[in-house]
């Protein structure tokens, strides 16, 4: 008997859902897909802005790359032409001496 009345329940139950689950979809779509579209909206805006953040840190540090490597450029040139000035100051110097 107990099982019986189990079976019932579990029936009843079952058969309460399959109709009310649809009932309150057709209530709670309506009501839930402005603030889905609104979440959707955030997200795709906070998205596009992370793009635009990341952009424009790539940029910066593209800036400093070339900053270094000019300045690198610049003080390796600078040493070679005082290398260059020293050495033909110097055969100057011991051809006139």
Same mark, same amino acid.
């Given at each position: 008997?107990?099982?019986?009345?189990?079976?019932?329940?579990?029936?009843?139950?079952?058969? /309460?859902?399959?109709?009310?689950?649809?009932?309150?979809?057709?209530?709670?779509?309506?009501?839930?897909?402005?603030?889905?579209?609104?979440?959707?909206?955030?997200?795709? /805006?906070?998205?596009?802005?992370?793009?635009?953040?990341?952009?424009?840190?790539?940029?910066?540090?593209?800036?400093?790359?070339?900053?270094?490597?000019?300045?690198?450029?610049?003080?390796?040139?600078?040493?070679?032409?005082?290398?260059?000035?020293?050495?033909?100051?110097?055969?100057?110097?011991?051809?006139?001496?």
């Amino acid at each position: 008997m107990a099982q019986s009345n189990d079976l019932l329940k579990g029936t009843a139950i079952g058969i /309460g859902l399959t109709v009310l689950v649809p009932v309150a979809l057709a209530i709670i779509v309506p009501i839930a897909r402005p603030m889905v579209r609104a979440a959707v909206k955030a997200g795709i /805006g906070a998205y596009e802005r992370s793009r635009e953040v990341v952009e424009e840190f790539g940029e910066s540090v593209d800036d400093v790359r070339a900053e270094v490597q000019q300045e690198l450029f610049d003080l390796r040139h600078t040493k070679e032409g005082v290398k260059v000035a020293k050495k033909a100051s110097t055969t100057r110097a011991k051809a006139a001496g």
